[in-house]
């Protein structure tokens, strides 16, 4: 038995992120947990983006708070993120389509992000092997961007580690203890850790482990499948987005992106010949110049998607049992913030940016969802 | 330059001259050999600059399973030059760092569609053997092969094999080869050449890119042939242009007949080792020592002894420390090692060699299946993850086989039944009647196994099997 001020349980970017915070602010007696290594979840089989390219104000004033937070990490932690801010060129198609950004846009401006419509040859100057015939014009925020997760988590551990905050991987989380509606421990196959406080930040194992302390979160999983290139040199900042489609270059060459097959959810994690065809049909029909360049790795992931394709963030009818998780596609991005928020809620006992407090579990019994329509891949 | 003119064994039959543009100046090759092949034997080592450094890179493997000869060839980048034949007018660059993007957009032909009883990735011994099986019974497979000729390794084994008449004892495997592929050949089966199959997606497609289209190939039944790739082992300047596999200058001078260069160390005392070296001597190479780290010699004793006649030194507890060379390696620095491996100061000797050749041992290349979700454990005795597969060499997929050098390094005796038990066990699931044929081959191969030299694979299998 050992004995815990917080166990935080995933160790993707949002426990580390978590964890990151609370030890700089003096919280040490802290554990991660993770089933395997870190960021074997969803975190390292993300697409890399970041962007603040929203549809609603929780989105956009969280994800404008977090690209800070990136540039902050890209200097401040002990290893390079290889945060990037080559912008969003998200193109459109129709004229209507259009019409629909120049409202979020204006919603992204009002709260300080720094988009705007550019005519399909501005897309063309930014992203010169760009085919922009069928485009009809392209929302671009240049303050995008995107970092490398492997790099990310490689840079929280040692932070971690120079904190003297323990990572316990491999270490499977098989039980939560409760009295009186309270946390009183959290059993795994190796040790049994006595603790008031939890944090689930499991991705797509969140559900079952909210399960464990009673509690059901409304998440489902969904296979999202991206590929990677064989690397060439970096000519590509920008990521680029139309229709389902995404696609950048990482720092190391390799052209990262994906498409949505609009699948019923799933447990399974292969990588599937259909998704491969659309994304690359997808994929020349946008940058043609790419057409013989070699695949050279395919895998999958999971969304964890909420209701409202919103994070659920903070306390349960449990005390003592946070939740940071149903990022449904957009964990990686939110992380530093996400663990800021948190952290700061742990020691304070509010959220830090107010909009994060629409985004309890209790919105969805008081039936205050909140649409967002700007979700890809 | 580097042709080898006169060998005890072979004869090589070059084709035709053409020219293509490296760097912009004109190349003359031999029609049917391949763009790394022409470079090297025109003596141009260097290939590539490294993507940080800009240190000089040459070929490696020379036969498609790593990235060391990759160049720009008609404004593509990334191109494995190893197996890519040459052509009339081509254009080859080196690329400095990693590649430019690609020039222009290249138009590919529709995805071509295949449907077929059984697929086989591979063409070495046991890829043959598995499409003989199964011609023989009336069952026409389909082969998939990345090199530019079928026979895999097989082709530039000009040793005798040793073991039962079964097994082919003392025949040479370039006769083996040359036997498979004609009765390959004759019964129709088809195949494709200079082939990459890229994906294995949920147990039934196959996705290959055969020279300029796709192949989507949807099997009933999958044979995984792919081999294995050479080792390469940590020392300063091991990437100099002039460090190869020991694979790889076998390639070189037996199958397209160039020298790997004029004087040679060899690291490793393994049968590989020993045979290279021996076949360098035949090619009127000039072997300075074979060394070995282990206090023992690996490989069999027949083998030393041939090169030990000639003369050649082969030194056991002893290790490669550094490559030196600008553009090339020009020395070998080899160090001598204690029990613990563990090199002894002092002992450092330098070699005035131009070519270093590394018979380290061999992974399995199982990417291919790993990707495609069959269930893989990690076995050193087998060369590292292999595949788990049960008698029958069914992987944990339904209707996906395995065999050869892909199961854990063996050798051809070994891959050549192995490839007849997959077919068998195929054919045995399509309701033939080869019950006997399947029980004997097993029983073949664990009385092969059962020799001193099969325990440590008859150890390792016990790792993978499931019933």
Known sequence: MKSKDVVIIGAGITGLSVAYYLSRNGVRNIAVIDKSFPGSGSTGRCGTGIRQQFTTREHIVLMRESVKLWREWETSLPLSVHFRQGGYLWLLETEKEVSNFEKYVKLQNLFGVESRIIDKYEAKQIVPDLDIESIAGASWCPT???AYPFDTVEALKLALKNYGTEINAFEEVVGIETRGGAVKSVITNKETYSTNLVIDAAGFGARKIAKMAGIDLPLKLYRHQIAVSEPVKVFLEPMIVKGELYFTQTY??????????????????????RFLEKYATELLSVMPVLSSLNVMRQWAGFYVVSPDHHPILGGTPVSGFLVATGFSGHGFMLGPVIGKLMAMYVLHGIMYLPEANNLGLDRFKKGKLIEEKAVIG | ????????????????????????????????????????????????????????RGMFCAIGKCSSCMMRVNGVPNVRTCILPVREGMTVERQKGLGEKPSKAVKYPPPVIREEKVAIVGSGPAGLSAAITLAENGVAPLIIEQNPRLGGQLIKQTHKFFGSERENAGKRGIDIASEMIESVKKAGVEFYLNSTAFGFYEGKTLGVFAENKLLKIRSKYFIFATGAAEKMIPFEGNDLPGVFGAGAAQTMMNVYGIKPGENVLMVGAGNVGLIVSYQMLQAGINVKAVIEAAPKIGGYFVHAAKIRRFGVPIYTSTTIKKAIGERRVEKAVIVSLNKKFEEIPGTEKALDVDTICLATGLIPSVSLLAQSGVRMKYVSALGGYVPLRNKYLRTSLPNVYVAGDITGIEEASTAILEGEIAAYSILSDMGKDVEKELSDAISELSELRSGPFGAKIVFGMKEVQYE
């Open chain 2, 1 to 56: 330059m580097r042709e080898i003119s006169k060998h005890p064994v072979l004869s090589f039959e070059r084709g035709k001259r053409i020219k293509f543009l490296f760097e912009g100046s004109p190349v003359t090759a031999y029609q049917g050999e391949t763009v790394a092949m022409a470079l090297y034997r025109n003596g141009i080592d260097v290939f590539s600059e490294s993507p940080k450094l800009h240190r000089p």
């Open chain 1, 252 to 273: 190391r060459g390799r052209i990262i992106g994906g498409t949505d097959l609009n699948e019923p959810e799933t447990e399974s994690l292969q990588s599937t010949e």
């Open chain 1, 144 to 146: 995008d961007g995107n």
